[in-house]
């Protein structure tokens, strides 16, 4: 399976992005079982959890994104969207796309979005 993300760039500090993944190569039985993430990771600092969705559509997000960003998954597709609004400059960093499952994890090459005034 291969993960492909698009959707970063440029955007001023209350802007809004979308970052989509699609995982090429996934049967679609076998990818709604996945758990699909978006990670990112900032210059210098450890990769964090950003927003996930469970095979059942159950959605978790990190503290700092909460009630800004919104996950969603279209099965049909093989995809996971990261809908990102209000963007701050603190939101800056690479954003990384994981697809998991027992015994399994796919993680993307990572899209870059920079939030500047």
């Known amino acids: 399976v291969q993960l492909v993300e698009s959707g970063g760039g440029l955007v001023q500090p209350g802007g809004s992005l979308r970052l989509t993944c699609t995982a090429r190569?996934?049967?679609?039985?076998?990818?709604?079982?996945?758990?699909m993430a978006w990670y990112r990771q900032a210059a210098g600092d450890q990769r964090d959890l950003v927003a996930s969705?469970?095979?059942?559509?159950?959605?978790t997000y990190g503290e700092a994104v909460r009630g800004r960003f919104s996950i969603s998954r279209d099965n049909s597709r093989k995809s996971v969207t990261l809908q990102m609004n209000n963007l701050k400059s603190e939101d800056t960093a690479v954003y990384y796309c994981?697809?998991?499952?027992?015994?399994?994890?796919?993680w993307g090459q990572g899209t870059q979005v920079t939030v500047f005034s």
């Open positions: 994981k697809s998991s499952a027992q015994n399994y994890e796919d």
């Open positions: 969705s469970g095979p059942g559509g159950v959605t």
């Open positions: 190569g996934a049967i679609t039985s076998v990818f709604w079982g996945y758990t």
